[in-house]
């Protein structure tokens, strides 16, 4: 089991920078893919980013792309989410996910959520 804890959301102007923390513990022996999606209200979760075990590979959405940027840091079992240039599209509830298969797009590939924290772009 893994256990996900993020944090670092809140209320910032459109044009402004958040970043996300996102907090592993438990099984994080293993070398486990990590992610981020988002869900808006009454909206799907919705892929953002993903990071390979290393870093070294990550892929984002492309509503995304350019502004958001996903690293870790292994030492710290830590999953970050830098956002910037903010828009108040971004609004929404963000979770931190680990431990994908498939494509890695859908909710429903990846094994382990957080509890989430709530962003909100105001115009």
């Known amino acids: 089991q893994v256990q996900l804890v993020e944090s670092g959301g809140g209320l910032v102007q459109a044009g402004g920078s958040l970043r996300l923390s996102c907090a592993a513990s438990?099984?994080?022996?293993?070398?486990?893919?990590m992610g981020w999606f988002r869900q808006a209200p009454g909206k799907e979760r919705e892929f953002v980013a993903s990071a390979s075990w290393t870093g070294a590979s990550t892929f984002y959405a492309d509503s995304v792309k350019g502004r958001f940027t996903i690293s870790r840091d292994n030492a710290k079992n830590t999953v970050y989410l830098q956002m910037n240039s903010l828009k108040p599209e971004d609004t929404a509830v963000y979770y931190c996910?680990?431990?994908?298969?498939?494509?890695?797009?859908?909710?429903?590939?990846?094994?382990?959520w957080g509890q989430g924290t709530q962003v909100t772009v105001s115009s």
């Open positions: 996910a680990a431990d994908p298969e498939g494509s890695w797009l859908r909710h429903s590939d990846w094994h382990y």
């Open positions: 438990g099984r994080t022996d293993d070398n486990v893919p």
